[in-house]
């Protein structure tokens, strides 16, 4: 069985940081791509970040370009992404995700899931 298991999100207040941390287990971990996508009430599910398995490709959206930054470690099977510079538009639920090899902008490319970190930042 696979679990993708979202850690690390909370309250902040804007210009503050955070680290969110995605566990995994059941799956070969050095063979996926990971993503983190974020979803806020009403909106569509976006990728913020990204990384390819073999740690040479990422990818950022422009909103988290300069602020976040994605990492993985292939011994732990975890992915990370350090948020600074937080804005209260960064207010969603962020999800990690799976897809074997390559990154995908879509999230309906990704095969699985972990199930949410809500992230909160106040103005």
């Not at 995605?22 to 976006?46: H, I, N």
């Not at 994605?70 to 600074?84: A, F, P």
């Amino acid at each position: 069985q696979v679990l993708l298991a979202e850690s690390g999100g909370g309250l902040v207040q804007a210009g503050g940081s955070l680290r969110l941390s995605c566990a995994t287990s059941g799956l070969t971990f050095s063979v996926y791509a990971m993503g983190w996508f974020r979803q806020a009430p009403g909106k569509e599910r976006d990728l913020v970040a990204a990384i390819n398995w073999s740690d040479t490709s990422t990818y950022y959206a422009d909103s988290a370009k300069g602020r976040f930054t994605i990492s993985r470690d292939n011994v732990k099977n975890t992915v990370t992404l350090q948020m600074n510079s937080l804005k209260p538009e960064d207010t969603a639920v962020y999800y990690c995700a799976a897809r074997r090899l390559v990154y995908s902008r879509q999230y309906s490319q990704y095969d699985y899931w972990g199930q949410g970190t809500q992230v909160t930042v106040s103005s």
